[in-house]
Structure formats: C-alpha cells, structure tokens
C-alpha cells in the first residue's frame, strides 16, 4: 500500500497539470483571438483605403510616326482600337448596247449588238481618264440574220413567224389569213424551214422578248403569239390593232363575215 507522501506528490502533479493545460488553452485562445481582431481589422483599413483611391490612368505607349524623329513624337492609347475603314464594294452594272436596223423604209426596228463598243479607263492620281475604246466585229452568222430579217420585214407590213408542225402557228395563220382580209396580205416564214431559222428566232428574242412561235409583227412590232391573236380576234380588235400599228402601210383591213368565210 502505498505511502500518504507518495499520495501527496501524486495529488500535487496533477493538480499542476491541470493548471498547465488550463494556462495554455487559454493563452493559445487569446493568441488566436489576438490575430482574428488583427486580420479583421487589415481587411477593413484595406476596403476603406480602395473606395478614397482613384482609379490608376491607363499607361499610353508613344507613338513615333516614321521619320518624325523625337520631336515629332506622338502619344496614343495602346489599347484604344482604331475603327475598322469600311471598304466600298464597287457595283459593277452591264448595259447592253442597242443598235436601229431599218426596217423596210418605213420605220427602225431596236436591236441589241452582238458585241458592243467597251470602254476602258484608267484612274491615275484620282481622275478617271478615257485611254482606250474597242470595237469588235459581230460574227457572220448574225450579220446574215440581221440583214435576212431587214429582207423579211420589207416583204410586207404583217410578218407570221411560225413553224409549219407547231399548232398555235397554225391558229394564228387560219385567223390572220382565214378571217380577214388584209392589204398587202400578210407574209409567212417558217422559221423550221428556214436555213438561218435559230439565229432568227434568236434575233426576234432579243428585239421583241417572245422567243417562241408564232411571233406575228405588225411595221416590226410584235402583238404576241397565237393566243394574243385569238384574243384579240374573239373581243373583235384585231382589226383596229392591225390599223393602228400598220398606219398607211396597211390599206386594208377586213374581217370576213362567217358565211365568207
């Protein structure tokens, strides 16, 4: 059993003990209040100390132009960015040249050129200048249509342009030769039977708009095809179309009654 001083000493170490655990629990509590109260209050100096601040200017680069040398230096802001120059798109328009072809005498049929006159000009220190002007020959082939179309048109003042299978030609001849009678008496061409039948419709495309058959022109204008005529015939004003465009050239114009005809 052991002794009333070991009992003593053994009390009195743990006492001791006890307040060294205390002591120190409470002087790391104060330490770690101590730094709290210290970030605490950096943090706060810091965020007034932001607001009273202004706000830094931007640092600008100088700019040097090319042989200024240092007088002529320039300061501009490095990260300013420079309006990008909108680049104008040049809107190229083709007109196509026309050209009047006699018709008969009488009047001018208009007509496109194969190959027109082009213009070329140079621009030199800002001013457009006129350097040269080529003319190139149109072929043959549509040299002969042009001349052949003058040539059909001095026939008479009615031209039919058909085609001798087609049946709206048909319609259109059996009510311009069937049901009227008109002076001079309208001249047919039958364009498949042609030998410069294509380029002739061609140059009827491009002077009148109608690329198909029948074309029918009265003094070198074209009142349509074969449902233009029956239309005109059933609302009964052919006739006076005929007059009307034909003027003196067309001395007569009759429509047949339905037992002459």
């Not at 320039?74 to 420079?82: L, T």
């Not at 006159?117 to 002007?133: A, H, I, P, Y």
């Amino acid at each position: 059993m052991p002794s009333q001083r070991r009992v003593r000493l053994l009390v009195v170490a743990v006492i001791a003990m006890l307040v060294l655990t205390f002591y120190y629990s409470g002087e790391a509590s104060k330490i770690q209040n101590q730094k709290f109260y210290r970030s605490t209050l950096e943090a706060m100096r810091a965020k007034e100390e932001a607001k009273h601040t202004k706000p830094k200017d931007k640092i600008q680069d100088t700019v040097v132009k090319p042989g200024a040398g240092a007088v002529g230096a320039q300061v501009g802001s490095a990260d300013v960015e420079r309006p990008a120059v909108p680049v104008a798109k040049v809107s190229e328009s083709k007109s196509e040249e026309m050209e009047e072809i006699p018709i008969a005498g009488r009047t001018k049929m208009t007509v496109p050129k194969v190959k027109g006159v082009q213009d070329s000009s140079l621009n030199t220190g800002g001013s457009d200048e006129k350097k040269t002007e080529e003319k190139e020959e149109e072929t043959t082939e549509q040299l002969d249509a042009k001349s052949e179309l003058n040539s059909i048109l001095k026939r008479a003042p009615v031209i039919i342009f058909s085609k001798s299978y087609c049946p709206h030609s048909k319609r259109a001849k059996n009510i311009l030769l069937g049901h009227y009678d008109i002076t001079p008496a309208p001249f047919v061409v039958e364009l498949d039977q042609h030998p410069i039948g294509p380029a002739l419709q061609q140059l009827l495309r491009e002077n009148t708009g109608r690329g198909t058959v029948p074309n029918v022109l009265v003094n070198g204008k074209s009142i349509g095809g074969g449902d233009d005529v029956a239309a005109l015939d059933q609302s009964d004003e052919l006739a006076s179309k005929l007059r009307q465009l034909g003027g003196k050239w067309i001395s007569e114009v009759v429509h047949k009654t339905p037992e002459s005809v």
